[in-house]
């Protein structure tokens, strides 16, 4: 069942999500159709976003849900303690793990598998990102 309230948890899944669950069976979840989604990537990847609370990135060949992201109205935690309105300054006490990548624009745990970017000016946590371990090289071969 869809529940904006879910944790998140790396490498598994939020919202009642399940990384490399099917198309079939994310809708199941949601209880209704996902619909077309947005093509990504000359349409290896599609996405679809939920409620203003989540959006799913699907592999269109492995029809497998590959990463989820959080949106603005998604209320889960993150190792119990970080969500999408942590202010940005806590977010390493709060996750010592957590590294800022320049060059991306996120902090990240390779510990802890997730990424945190943040939104200006409010410097909050906006966007907190899990995927599959093969997310990245499969996003890199789709493309």
Do not use: H, W
């Given at each position: 069942?869809?529940?904006?309230?879910?944790?998140?948890?790396?490498?598994?899944?939020?919202?009642?999500?399940?990384?490399?669950?099917?198309?079939?069976?994310?809708e199941?979840?949601?209880?209704?159709?996902?619909?077309?989604?947005e093509n990504m990537h000359n349409g290896a990847w599609k996405k679809y976003m939920i409620d203003d609370a989540l959006t799913l990135f699907f592999s269109v060949q492995q029809n497998k849900?590959?990463?989820?992201?959080?949106?603005?109205?998604?209320?889960?935690?993150v190792?119990?303690?970080?969500?999408?309105?942590?202010?940005?300054?806590?977010?390493?006490?709060?996750?010592p793990t957590l590294v800022y990548d320049e060059f991306e624009e996120?902090?990240?745990s390779k510990e802890h598998h997730y990424q945190i970017e943040t939104?200006?000016?409010e410097e909050k946590a906006r966007w907190i990102s899990i995927s599959t371990e093969d997310w990245s090289?499969?996003?890199?071969?789709?493309?």
């Open positions: 069942m869809y529940d904006i309230y879910a944790p998140i948890i790396p490498r598994v899944g939020m919202g009642g999500f399940l990384l490399n669950m099917s198309k079939q069976e994310a199941k979840v949601l209880g209704y159709p996902l619909g077309d989604g849900l590959k990463a989820i992201e959080t949106e603005k109205d998604y209320k889960g935690l190792l119990g303690r970080i969500g999408t309105s942590t202010d940005e300054a806590d977010l390493l006490r709060l996750d996120v902090y990240e939104c200006l000016p090289e499969s996003r890199m071969i789709d493309q």
